[in-house]
């Protein structure tokens, strides 16, 4: 199993050097969305990292419209021609694009994690790229059972998150007014905390840089408590993301954790995090199960027998029905079932249909206006249907 | 006054308005009021999870409504699906395009492919798939995909761009609620209620009041702010310029709302649409009409966001969220005696005596002043009641499905 973290700032690798990860994702200015590192800093990051005969992945994460896109490949084909990289990250499939077709040296991570969550879409995009995807970055979303299936459908590395912070979001507005507040920190950023009393989460913290403004969760993510389950998956590597607590300290614990991973130490890692975790939806992903239930499908429209709604009632006088489909079909003398909004059933024999100006008729048209008699119990937004079974008893009905 | 130029009349391009139908009543009142395109969802693979989604019969009287009015219709299938989901789908495939739907609207790879194994129908790229360059354009043009609905950080210009360059039809939202982050990025519902907001569960969490403390004010300081919620986009005054970049469809947000917002956002952008297309300008008059009709309707306070410039901190509430309501919706119209009355479903309650307006399909709406209410029995009304019928007086013009609407008192 290989690890992964990420490098924003220049001074992030000096704590990470003599740790257990062989691969480290470069976060720049003028390529990605969270980077504080300036591209010719990390022109010198990637030399020292490969002198020390680890793996550089430079990491494209934004998502750029197309009057900035001309300046953002500009910037980035100066810098592929004058760097040592050779493996990059990639989010926006234009980026995807633009490598594919003009950089065929370069192996590509393509980073998944939002947007694609079943096996179709990621094979389709790795089927795009061909040999040159070398890993895809999967969904925070996916259960253990999803991940351990992946690895053994898709015929490339994949990566997980497995701990650290938790983006919610990524807006490109200015959501925090960072220039009217007047307010630049060293690193460009503007941070904040976030409550709601309408949200059952306090302590979101959220950042605005020239990037725009991220959302993160007042917890972090810690899938390491899974680490014996996680070692069986095959091609797995595992993202760690130790912003905004980075230390030695933290690097240090979490080393003692990977050569030792007895829970004590997780937890001691997880203390000096300073944060409470969750697991995300490592055991489950339980909007499958609320998604059903948010869907309430309107089934009586596909019974054959639906003959309309009820709009109004006049107690002990009339009701009005409005016909929405199977006209033809209602006539006088035949049998109705009236469906309440509380599942109540009540029947009518029609002896009689009026039309709006209460004059008797015998023919109807769709989308047509009639009354009938009135049926006790009925109330507005009753559904009506035709009743094939004639097994009901019948109610007494007033004239109208 | 927008001008046009020296350009001649009969080259102007006039974009598709494409309207929200997020029930059978509100794709009628969509078609009525204008829309050359309606898109809804049927009962599963959509966003919408709560909106009164079309069971396949419903959808087959939609598309024979629709057709008969020269109205196209786009499904959605653009929720992300998971694995699970996609059982059914190639078949679903095959049934919408057994039944001549016109489009779908996909959001995933996956999805595209099976609908394209099943099927011949066209693809549209949702929104949430974020395609904001011509490169990304272009992929998922090689993916089999006819038209790009651009992410709503694009501007019209680079919309036009993306077009000319990749040969693609281009879809931008032209009115209606907006996300603030990119679409099919945000996962708040996700990690802090359970729902996911990329398959139809969006808890809208953006919209909450939050106190936020700064981490360079002094302890203590607490800002009160609805930080995170959009204004509402409206690009009725740049209908010429999507013109100009040959937008192919101007989509209108909001299948969750009702049928006064469908009815009067469609009859408004109809409108402009059509005196654009005559060859005449806009004049400042018809533009300040245009948004004095829209502001009608509820609705937060309203920005072009990005459709020209980069949307900034001022496209953003903060300091108030409460949705806009200048006028109600009191009832719609659902029969007429010719030269006679009226016959109205009401939908919220109004007095003898209240001033109402009709709002027809074309021309200005039509006030009526209710010196009786009658009921079907011709009794009189003082005050009406929600699923009641009632009777106004006969106004020239009105037709079924029209709506009335009253000015909400302030």
Known sequence: MKLTTFLYDSGDYSFLKNSPFSEFVVATKEFSSLGKMSANDANSLIEKIAADG???????????????????????????SGSGVKTVRVQDIGIYQFILTHYPQLKIQLDLKTGHHNIYSLMGWLAYGKERVEKIVLSKEF????????????????????????????????????????????EGEMWASAKSEESPHQGFRIMENNRGTFMFHPRMLCLLDYLDDLKKVVNLSLS????????????????????????????????????????????????????????????????????????????????????????????????????????????????????????????????????????????????????????????????? | MIQCNNEKVKERFIPELLSPAGSFEKLKTAILYGADAVYLSGDKYSLRARSDNFS????????????????????????????????????????????????????????????????????????QASCVNALSAQAWKNQGVSRIVGGREISIVEAGEIKKKVGIEMELFIHGSMCMAY????????????????????????????????????????????FMSSKDLNGISLIPHFSFNE????????????????????????EALNIWKKGDSFSSEMVSEWENELEKVSHREYAAANLVDKADSKTVLWNKDQELDDYKIVGEIVGLEEGKFLLLNVKNSFLKGDRLEVLLTTGSSVEVVCEKILNIFDEEVEKTKPSTLVKLPFVLNAQNLNLVRQRVAK
């Open chain 1, 54 to 80: 680890k793996k550089t992945v430079l990491l494209i994460d934004r998502l750029t419209t197309q009057s900035e896109f001309l300046t953002l490949i500009e910037d980035l084909t100066l810098f592929l």
């Open chain 1, 143 to 186: 259960s253990q059972e999803t991940i351990l299936r992946y690895s053994k459908e898709l015929p490339t590395d994949i990566e997980i998150y497995a701990f650290g912070r938790i983006q919610l979001f990524h807006s490109p507005r200015s959501l925090l007014k960072r220039e009217e507040r007047d307010y630049f920190s060293a």
């Open chain 1, 240 to 400: 760690i993301d130790f912003s905004p607590s980075l230390s030695c300290d933290v690097v240090t614990l979490f080393s003692l954790f990977w050569s030792d991973p007895k829970n004590e130490n997780l937890s001691n890692l997880k203390a000096k995090m300073g944060n409470s975790f969750i697991r995300g939806f490592y055991l489950g992903n339980k909007t499958d199960a609320l998604i059903e239930k948010l869907k309430v499908p309107m089934n009586y429209r596909e019974d054959p027998n639906f003959i309309g709604e009820v709009l109004e009632v006049h107690k002990n006088r009339a009701i009005a029905v409005k016909i929405i489909q199977n006209s033809e079909k209602l006539k006088l003398n035949s049998q109705l079932i009236f469906e309440t909004p509380e599942g109540r059933k009540q029947k009518l024999n029609v002896k009689e249909i009026r039309d709006i100006n209460l004059n008797p008729i015998d023919t109807l048209k769709k989308d047509a206006i009639i009354y009938l008699k009135y049926v006790r119990g009925v109330v507005p937004r009753t559904i009506v249907f035709l009743n094939s079974s004639q097994d009901l008893e019948v109610h007494n009905e007033c004239k109208i």
């Open chain 2, 56 to 127: 396949p019969r419903e959808l087959e009287e939609a598309l024979f409504f629709a057709h008969n009015h020269n109205c196209k219709v786009y499904v959605t299938l653009n929720g992300f699906l998971h694995d699970g989901d996609l059982s059914g789908l190639g078949g679903y495939a095959q049934y919408l395009e057994k039944i001549g739907v016109d489009a779908v609207i996909v959001s995933d790879l996956g999805a595209m492919k099976i609908i394209r194994d099943h099927s011949h129908l066209e693809i549209h790229l949702s929104t």
């Open chain 2, 183 to 226: 679409s099919g990025h945000c996962t708040i519902s996700n990690f802090t209620a359970g729902r996911d907001s990329n398959r139809g569960g969006c808890a809208h969490s953006c919209r909450f009041l939050y106190s936020l403390s700064y981490d360079h004010d002094a302890p203590g300081i607490e800002r009160q702010g609805h």
């Open chain 2, 247 to 270: 937008i192919d469809s101007l989509k209108v947000e909001g299948r969750m709302k009702g049928p006064l917002y469908v009815a009067t956002i469609t009859k408004i952008y109809r």
